[in-house]
């Protein structure tokens, strides 16, 4: 199989890959080629709590007859694209995936120029990376944009850094709560080629929402039961009459 990619794509997918040793199948990025409905590889990367997808602008010179996908490590993606950086520059940041079924050799070709890098072991991931699809929320799911959420800034951060990286045209970032399980649907506005989605996690329920340094607790003493007044006065006391 060949598969063409970008190293922005690349390394913007990087960003969700997971670090966390014990989860060694989610250390990479997976592209994956569908014969089925899908016209171009995607990238997939997740580390657990957040995924993000994204489908390939780059043209591809074969016609794969089977689904077929790679499993990438990350040590050995991220030089590639320091290589294709300087090789390539903005003009060539395309890198061409080849392999073998059944092999664990992988050969890069950097588009534009005369440079491949063969790796015979140590470039794929051995596992199954996890089934993706089954979390995807379904199309007709309810969405309503977000108002009063906590979301760890780090993980919203990434995202921003996807943008940059793979050049998008506005900073601009669409979050939607999806369902009732609150999980994030994440859209770059300018770049349809990319979805992401945070899942949904636990707040610490004993910080309080406002914080201490207002002090209002201690201005405004809660009122004791029987000693509980309406906030606005009637007509009727304000001017101490009946009438």
């Not at 997971?18 to 989610?26: G, M, P």
């Not at 790679?70 to 395309?94: Q, V």
């Amino acid at each position: 199989m060949k598969i063409t990619v970008s190293r922005q794509e690349l390394s913007a997918a990087l960003l969700f890959a997971s670090t966390d040793e014990s989860r060694y199948v989610l250390n990479g990025v997976l592209i994956e080629c569908r014969t089925a409905g899908v016209s171009k590889p995607t990238l997939v990367a997740t580390d657990g709590r957040r995924l993000a997808v994204i489908e390939t602008i780059a043209d591809q010179d074969f016609d794969e007859r089977e689904d077929r996908s790679l499993l990438l490590k990350a040590d050995f993606i991220k030089p590639l694209c320091s290589l294709s950086k300087s090789l390539g520059g903005k003009n060539n940041p395309w890198i061409q995936f080849s392999n073998k079924a059944g092999s664990n050799q992988v050969r890069a070709v950097f588009v534009g120029s005369n440079c491949v890098v063969d790796v015979e072991d140590g470039a794929l991931i051995e596992g199954q990376f996890p089934n993706w699809r089954q979390i995807l929320p379904a199309k007709n799911s309810v969405r309503r944009p977000i108002n009063d959420l906590g979301i760890n800034s780090e993980m919203v951060g990434d995202f921003a850094k996807a943008a940059k990286i793979m050049e998008s045209e506005t900073p601009i970032i669409q979050m939607n709560l999806i369902g009732k399980e609150a999980a994030i649907e994440v859209r770059l506005c300018s770049l349809p080629s990319f979805y992401g989605l945070i899942m949904p996690c636990k707040a610490d329920e004993s910080i309080d929402y406002q914080p201490e340094f207002l002090q209002v607790s201690k201005l405004f003493p809660p009122p004791k039961p029987d000693e509980e007044k309406p906030m606005v006065k009637s007509a009727t006391e304000e001017t101490g009459s009946d009438t």
